[in-house]
């Protein structure tokens, strides 16, 4: 127990403190690099629609009371990006919330009810696609810890691009397996497919590959979704394969009644 074990000591907890310090100062680093980079391609994407619309309502001005057709396409173009603004700003919210720290309070949650709601608001989304429901009958009694409203919005933002990559007459299935200790929801379509190299960003923000691009999404969906998946501390994965369609799962642990008993003591 001499001077030196003690320098030692300190020498070692200093050291220690400035590698914390280090790392933290990395991460903040990253982060506002990360929030810069985001602003810049928020107000990048809002002044795209923005343009358009100011074009479109000089074409209006100059020439609508001449040419009814082109005051129409017009028109139908201002509504359309103005829509399209609405969206941007809405998945940005959720996003921006996601990034001040908002946390999801998970309750216990019964699954079949859930997947009904989901069923009917996903039918408006399938036009001519066609649209399966599979849900095994154990589902009936299973309860999962999950934000109903969030989780909802995950499965419909995965049903959501599974009617947007696939064509007229293909077909789009969300599978939801409760046998096990564990839910699973499956959105599978026979649609274009993603390659290996796009599927390594289709997670970041305003990733959209190029023939996505006339689709017309944000590209802020599965960043959303990842982050309501993460809050329910699980994680969405993928299969894929080009030309023949995809598969996008995501497990929540099943609640069995004896933990839903211990929760209420
Ligand atoms: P958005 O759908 O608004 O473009 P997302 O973040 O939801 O943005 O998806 C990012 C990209 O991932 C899409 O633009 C598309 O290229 C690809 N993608 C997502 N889901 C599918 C799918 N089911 N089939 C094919 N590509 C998909």
Redesign the pocket.
């Given at each position: 127990q001499g001077p030196n074990d003690e320098l030692g000591r300190l020498v070692a907890t200093l050291n220690d403190m400035l590698d914390s310090l280090e790392s933290a100062y990395r991460e903040l680093a990253e982060s506002h690099a990360a929030q810069k980079r985001f602003v810049a391609d928020v107000s990048h994407e809002l002044r795209t629609p923005l343009t358009t619309i100011r074009g479109n309502i000089a074409l209006i001005r100059k020439m609508g009371d001449a040419e009814p057709q082109i005051r129409e396409e017009a028109l139908a173009d201002i509504a359309s990006e103005a829509e399209r603004m609405s969206r941007l700003v809405s998945d940005m919210l959720v996003l921006a919330r996601a990034d001040a720290g908002l946390t999801l309070q998970l309750q216990p949650t019964a699954v079949q009810p859930l997947i009904e709601q989901i069923k009917r608001q996903a039918k408006l989304l399938a036009k001519d696609i066609n649209f399966q429901v599979h849900m095994e009958t154990a589902c009936e009694k299973t309860l999962i810890m999950a934000d109903p409203d969030y989780l909802r919005q995950l499965i419909l933002?995965l049903l959501d691009?599974?009617f947007?990559?696939t064509a007229a007459n293909g077909t789009v299935e969300l599978a939801v397996k409760c046998g096990g200790d564990q839910v699973e929801v499956a959105v599978k379509?026979t649609?274009?497919?993603?390659s290996p190299a796009?599927l390594e960003h289709?997670f970041e923000r305003f990733?959209?590959?190029d023939k996505?691009r006339p689709v017309g999404?944000?590209?802020?969906?599965?960043?959303i979704a990842r982050w309501i998946a993460a809050q329910h501390k699980s994680q969405i994965t993928v299969e894929s394969t080009v030309g023949q369609g995809?598969v996008f799962k995501v497990t929540l642990p099943v609640i069995n009644e004896n933990t839903l008993h211990l929760d209420h003591d």
């Open positions: 933002i691009n599974a947007k990559f379509d649609g274009m497919g993603i796009e289709i990733y959209r590959s996505s999404g944000t590209g802020l969906g599965l960043s995809s």
